[in-house]
């Protein structure tokens, strides 16, 4: 389907001019991941190129989207009405003017006519590099239905803390030693190649404490292995600052510590203690090396820039202890604890990618 056409009929708060035709739009075709839930329970996973989603509003007679700023549409009925999720935090209502979306899924090509949809969701995969579908996990954290069904992903359990404004829409507000939500990610979803990106914030400042202050996620599988990613005094590995834990690989520090009478986090070069603005904080992995300057296995950037990486390591299978169903926690270490982050932090738009991502829009 090369354009997805669409009729606005509510203006929203969108960068264009009030002018006869606007365009915003790629100049090669998007990959898109469709995940669609159809009003008997059935869901479908495919995908579609375009390189716009067009449409006409009060603000612009035409109107081509780049279809990277569309978060989600959710259908509410039989008459075409939808709600429409911008990755901004606007939204807005529309008609879908066309009678049917065209899925390219591993059941072949599907038209499924627009008053079969329950819900569905789109996220794009710029430059073609997920063969086998990009997106294999994305919770919004707008609020607790989009826990327990977020819009890709195995349906979670929210278990506490606020829904706060965040950094798109809202976000989870998760306060010191208390589970926020967590998921159990079935086979599949961690593989030898991906990525694990979110917009994360501290909340509480201070000199860095040991036992993740804050820590925002973990994949777990407990007496096995983790991916985990904290900012701590002394991750139990020699290192300091902004750390991440790769299943099968040494941990990545910011700084390692010296023991001192000072605090371990104060004199630290930066990265070394988180402040309180949002920041996007990613994790990526490939077994054959992540295609950036040094070829490591495993990289971390901070707002879209590389701060830490691990050597190549070819005997490496990436994180099998996890790949074949673990459990993803905000922030709890295991379930038998409470919680694991000492200080409290709000986190937004959480995705895990079957590929290693290096382009984060920056």
């Given at each position: 389907?090369?354009?997805?056409?669409?009729?606005?009929?509510?203006?929203a708060?969108?960068?264009?001019?009030?002018?006869?035709?606007?365009?915003?739009?790629l100049?090669?075709?998007?990959t898109i991941?469709?995940?669609?839930?159809l009003?008997?329970?059935?869901?479908?996973k495919g995908?579609?190129?375009?390189?716009?989603?067009?449409?006409?509003?009060?603000?612009?007679?035409?109107?081509?989207?780049?279809?990277?700023i569309?978060?989600?549409f959710?259908?509410?009925?039989?008459?075409?009405?939808?709600?429409?999720?911008?990755?901004n935090?606007?939204?807005?209502?529309?008609?879908i003017?066309?009678?049917g979306?065209k899925?390219k899924s591993?059941?072949?090509?599907?038209?499924?006519?627009r008053?079969?949809?329950?819900?569905i969701?789109?996220?794009v995969?710029?430059?073609?590099?997920?063969?086998?579908?990009?997106?294999?996990?994305?919770c919004?954290?707008?609020?607790?239905?989009?826990?327990?069904?977020?819009?890709?992903?195995?349906?979670?359990?929210?278990?506490g803390g606020?829904?706060?404004?965040g950094?798109?829409?809202n976000?989870?507000?998760v306060?010191?030693?208390t589970s926020?939500?967590k998921?159990?990610?079935?086979s599949?979803?961690?593989?030898?190649a991906?990525?694990i990106?979110?917009?994360g914030?501290?909340?509480?400042?201070?000199?860095?404490?040991?036992?993740?202050?804050?820590?925002?996620?973990e994949i777990l599988?407990?007496?096995?292995?983790e991916?985990?990613?904290?900012?701590?005094?002394n991750?139990?590995?020699?290192g300091?600052?902004?750390?991440?834990?790769m299943?099968?690989?040494?941990?990545?520090?910011?700084?390692?510590?010296?023991y001192?009478s000072?605090?371990?986090?104060?004199h630290?070069?930066?990265?070394?203690?988180?402040?309180?603005?949002?920041h996007?904080?990613?994790?990526?992995?490939?077994?054959?090396?992540?295609?950036?300057?040094?070829?490591?296995?495993?990289?971390?950037?901070?707002?879209?820039?590389?701060?830490?990486?691990?050597?190549?390591?070819?005997?490496?299978?990436?994180?099998?202890n996890v790949?074949?169903?673990?459990t993803?926690?905000f922030?709890c270490?295991?379930?038998?604890?409470?919680?694991?982050s000492?200080?409290a932090?709000?986190?937004?738009?959480?995705?895990?990618?079957?590929?290693?991502?290096t382009?984060?829009?920056?």
């Amino acid at each position: 389907m090369k354009h997805l056409i669409v009729a606005l009929f509510t203006s929203a708060a969108i960068a264009v001019s009030a002018a006869d035709e606007a365009t915003v739009a790629l100049t090669t075709d998007a990959t898109i991941t469709a995940n669609a839930t159809l009003k008997d329970g059935s869901t479908i996973k495919g995908e579609f190129l375009t390189q716009k989603i067009t449409g006409s509003t009060v603000f612009a007679n035409q109107l081509a989207l780049d279809p990277t700023i569309i978060k989600s549409f959710t259908f509410t009925s039989t008459n075409g009405e939808a709600k429409v999720s911008l990755v901004n935090g606007d939204a807005f209502a529309m008609n879908i003017s066309n009678a049917g979306f065209k899925i390219k899924s591993l059941l072949g090509d599907l038209e499924i006519p627009r008053t079969n949809f329950r819900a569905i969701s789109l996220s794009v995969c710029r430059g073609g590099n997920a063969a086998d579908g990009g997106l294999a996990f994305y919770c919004t954290f707008d609020d607790e239905a989009s826990i327990t069904t977020p819009a890709v992903g195995p349906k979670g359990i929210f278990q506490g803390g606020e829904f706060t404004p965040g950094k798109n829409g809202n976000a989870l507000f998760v306060p010191a030693f208390t589970s926020g939500a967590k998921f159990d990610l079935p086979s599949g979803v961690i593989g030898t190649a991906g990525t694990i990106e979110f917009w994360g914030k501290a909340n509480e400042l201070g000199p860095l404490t040991e036992g993740g202050c804050p820590r925002f996620f973990e994949i777990l599988k407990i007496g096995k292995g983790e991916i985990s990613q904290d900012w701590n005094s002394n991750n139990g590995g020699g290192g300091c600052g902004l750390t991440f834990r790769m299943d099968g690989l040494p941990w990545m520090a910011s700084s390692s510590f010296e023991y001192s009478s000072a605090m371990r986090s104060s004199h630290r070069r930066p990265p070394m203690r988180p402040d309180a603005e949002w920041h996007h904080y990613a994790l990526v992995w490939d077994v054959n090396g992540v295609d950036i300057p040094g070829k490591p296995s495993a990289a971390v950037y901070l707002d879209g820039r590389l701060i830490l990486s691990t050597p190549f390591v070819p005997t490496w299978k990436g994180p099998v202890n996890v790949a074949d169903g673990s459990t993803l926690l905000f922030p709890c270490r295991e379930d038998e604890m409470p919680g694991y982050s000492r200080r409290a932090f709000t986190i937004d738009d959480f995705k895990i990618w079957n590929y290693a991502k290096t382009d984060f829009g920056f």
